[in-house]
C-alpha cells in the first residue's frame, strides 16, 4: 500500500489484496485525521463479501463508494408467476420528496442511528433541500396502490473516479414485502434503473448495512473508495 498526502483524511492506495478490516490497522492514522481512505491503485478493489466491522473494529464506522458498468450489472429473473407488482417513474415530485424521505427516517432512526454521524445527517437534510427537490429522478414499486420499493438518483460529476456518473442515493424495499413479491419489486426497479441512467452507475453505502452492501455486491458493484473514521 502506498499512502498519499492529504488534509483531513489519510489515503493509501490498495493493491490488488480483498479488502479486510485489518487494513486499519497497517495504515498509520494519526489521532488527529478524522478520515482514513482506501483507494485502488487503479481501476476497482476487490472486495468478496460485506465489510464488517465488528470486534476490535467496533469503535470504526466507514462508508464504500461503489461504482459498476450500467451494462455489466446482472438483472434478477423476473418471477414467472403473477405478483401484483408494478414499477413506474415517479412523475411527482411531491411523492418522490415524501416517500424518499420517510423510508430514509426510518432508516437512519433505526438501524443507521448508532452509525450515522451528526454531520452525515446535517448534509442528508441539504441534500433533501437542494438537491432531492429538483434534481433526483427515482422509480417506485406499488403493490394493491401501495408504494412497497424505490430507488433513486441523479447524474452527477464524480471528481474520484473523473466520469459522470448515475449515483444512486436511496433504494428502498418494503421490509414486510418478501418471496415473489420482494423479487419482482427488485428486479423491476433494477431495469427501471438501467433504462434510465446513462453508463455508469454508482453508490455510497454505510459498512453496518450489511443487506445493502450485499445488494450491491450481487450487481457485481466493486468499491473505488473505502472511508473509515472512528465513532
Ligand atoms: C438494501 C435493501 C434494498 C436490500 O434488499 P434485498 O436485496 O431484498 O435484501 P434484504 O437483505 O433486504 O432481503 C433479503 C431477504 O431477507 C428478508 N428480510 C429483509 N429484511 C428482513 C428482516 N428485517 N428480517 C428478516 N428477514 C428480512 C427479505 O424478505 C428477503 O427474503 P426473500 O428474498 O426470501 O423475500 C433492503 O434491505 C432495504 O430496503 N433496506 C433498508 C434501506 C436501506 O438500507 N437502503 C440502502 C441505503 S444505501
Redesign the pocket.
Known sequence: MKKAAYTDRVRYNCGDAALAPGFIGKCKWPAGVKFLDLEPRRGLMRMDEPLKLEGRYKNYGGGIIFKQGRDNMPLPLMPDRKTGVAVRTITSRRQLCELYAS?QDV?HKG?GKKYITADQLKASALFRRTVLVNRVKGGVAIKGGKPV?MIAGLKRWIPLVSQYARFIT????D?E???PQ??AA?AGLLKWLKENSGTVLM????IF?Q??Q??FL?LGFKPVRVRFYRV
Open positions: 423510508t432508516f438501524a420499493g436511496w433504494v428502498w424495499l421490509r414485502l418478501r418471496g420482494r423479487a427488485k453508490s455510497h453505502v454505510h448495512n443487506r445493502s450485499r445488494f450481487d
